[in-house]
C-alpha cells in the first residue's frame, strides 16, 4: 500500500491544477472585459464556461484512470466535445441554442 503513486492523474491534487487552469482561462474575458467593450461576459456567462472547462477536464481525468491505454485519444475526444459545446453556446453553428 505504500507504493509511490508518480502518475499525476492518479493523485487528487490533479483537481486542484484544474480548478486553477479553469480559474486563468477565464481571466482572459474578464481582463478583456475591463479594456474592451466588444467582451461582454455576463455571471452568468462565467458560471457556464467554468462548469464546462471544469467538468471535462475532471471527467478526462475520471476517464484516464479506468482507460490507461488510450489517453491521448480519450483527450483529443474530450477537447473536440468541448470546443464544439462551446462553439454552439456561443454563435449556434449547427443548432440556434447560443443564438
Avoid: C, H
Avoid at 490533479?14 to 475591463?34: G, V
Wanted: aromatic share 16%; no cysteine.
Amino acid at each position: 500500500m505504500n507504493e509511490i503513486k508518480s502518475d499525476i492523474f492518479t493523485q487528487n491534487r490533479i483537481f486542484i491544477w484544474i480548478a486553477i487552469a479553469t480559474a486563468f482561462i477565464l481571466l482572459i474575458p474578464f481582463t478583456a472585459m475591463q479594456f474592451s467593450s466588444e467582451v461582454v461576459w455576463t455571471l452568468s456567462d462565467f458560471i457556464i464556461a467554468g462548469v464546462l472547462l471544469f467538468g471535462t477536464g475532471a471527467l478526462f481525468v475520471l476517464t484516464a484512470r479506468r482507460i490507461r491505454k488510450y489517453r491521448f485519444a480519450i483527450g483529443i475526444l474530450f477537447l473536440t466535445a468541448l470546443l464544439y459545446v462551446w462553439a454552439e453556446l456561443a454563435v449556434g453553428i449547427f443548432t440556434n441554442v447560443g443564438s
